[in-house]
């Protein structure tokens, strides 16, 4: 009996060992395939304080009487660089700021393309559109204020801004790391259409059967070993809920700030989308405010742990200019009598009018729209749009290339003003065209405005896909 017990003993250590080591070289074998299978990617993100060091007048609303009295938490510029197995590299910078002056983008993509060899395909630049953030057109504030002091703070302002932006892509670029990309989305319920029909025209006023767009898209970028890295994500509506004296990125700002402290180390990014006729309901106060970005940053969360799409290359891009025509303007002696008005909007804007009649003998009725289309693998379709784009374009957007995840993004590369839809032009009102009064620019655009955007948008996409 013993002998039996010592030869099973024996057998079962056999057993035993020929098991541990088929599992050990399975796990070897399992290993090195790990090693082999590296990530199609690589990411690096940086984020840099932008929050004036000085009160400054704000920008978005003309009731403003004096500048800031303080801040409610910083502003931030942050980057997110991507490059694929080819080596292309891709820069996306958020900003909580009003917009994207055309002069800091054309200044930082000259310089980026210099230093670190990115096309200007390859730099998109997004504003949040906060109106709890410095103003930087210095001439308005010239004329408005009568001051040189707070021209002089806005101009240095963009100057100390294109050099903080360069130097936040070096810093992105130079954390550049193995990563993988994940695609999800989910949705809110932030937003309205503010585009309220009535007898007497359309005014700005909470319109709950107009068109919305409640998509909230993610881009997630985690490190080989499953840490989130960086979150960009985006939502349409204007980032208005507060109009006080204290900087603030408003409810996107709160959803950044929400989501990076659920997320220690993590940056997270707000890219704007079409929000130019959509507004933020209830508003007014701080604690709306933070409620909102809770909102927003829960349906980030939501989609964090939804089904993922994974993201492969390769990364492409296209960018170009789409030739929009603005209605005739007003003759000179119309502009004559508007530069006498005691209504300080319709009087700046004569004069800057005139000022371009005097230097160049006539008014451009053209303006040059950036539009940028990026490619990532066959998971993403992002198209980036200038000025203040009303919802019409990304729902139609969507239903084109709806056999994609589409994701589009206004308010990118020159914020200037509004860009309506025929739909939108047609009915008038603030966004139609009578918001062109605080722009440099001539009036409403022609019946063509979306006809030509679409045109390139369709000429950019077919370039991204055909390389």
Known sequence: MTFLNHRHSSFLRSITQIVTGALLFVAVVS????????????AGSAAVVITPEEPTWMAGYASRDKPAEGKFHDLYAKALVLEDLHGTRMAMITLDLIGVPRSVRENVEQRVEQEYHL????????????????????????????????????????????????????????????????????????????????????????????????????????????ELKTVVFGYACHNTVLGLYYYCGD????????????????????????????????RSTKEWAERHGRALANATEAAIIAHRTVVHGPLKSAYDYADLEFAPPASRE?????????????????????????????????YSYPVQVIKLGSEILMIALA????????????????????????????????????????????????AMLYTSLPGPFTETVEERIYEKIDELVQEVSTR
């Open 251 to 282: 409810y996107a700002g709160y959803a950044q700030e929400y989501l990076e402290a659920e997320h220690p180390g993590t940056i997270a990014m707000f890219m704007m989308g079409c929000g130019g006729d959509q507004n933020p309901y209830p």
């Open 119 to 226: 096309a200007p395909a390859s730099l998109l630049i997004n504003a949040s559109h906060t109106h709890s953030g410095p103003e930087l057109r210095s001439r308005y504030l010239l004329v408005k204020r009568h001051d040189a002091k707070w021209a002089a703070l806005a101009d240095q302002y963009a100057n100390d801004l294109e050099d903080k932006l360069v130097a936040l892509i070096g810093t992105a670029i130079e954390k550049l790391a193995p990563a993988n990309l994940f695609y999800s989305h989910a949705r809110a319920g932030i937003s309205m259409n503010r585009r309220l029909p009535t007898p007497g025209g359309v005014t700005n006023s909470p319109y709950p059967d107009g068109p919305v767009d409640q998509d909230v898209p993610v881009l997630i970028v985690e490190s080989p070993d499953k």
């Open 387 to 434: 000025g203040e784009v009303v919802v019409d374009y990304s729902l139609e957007l969507k239903r084109r290339f709806g056999n994609t995840n589409v994701w589009v993004a206004g308010y990118s590369n020159d914020v200037f003003g509004y860009v309506p839809s025929l739909r939108v032009l047609r009915e008038g009102g603030y966004e139609g065209g009578g």
């Open 334 to 366: 119309q502009l004559e009598q508007d530069k006498e008005s005691t209504n300080i909007y319709v009087k700046l804007h004569a004069e800057t009018l005139l000022d371009e009649l005097a230097t160049s003998g006539s008014i451009n009725t053209h």
């Open 31 to 42: 290993s090195a395939k790990a090693q082999d299978e590296k990530p199609e990617w690589k």
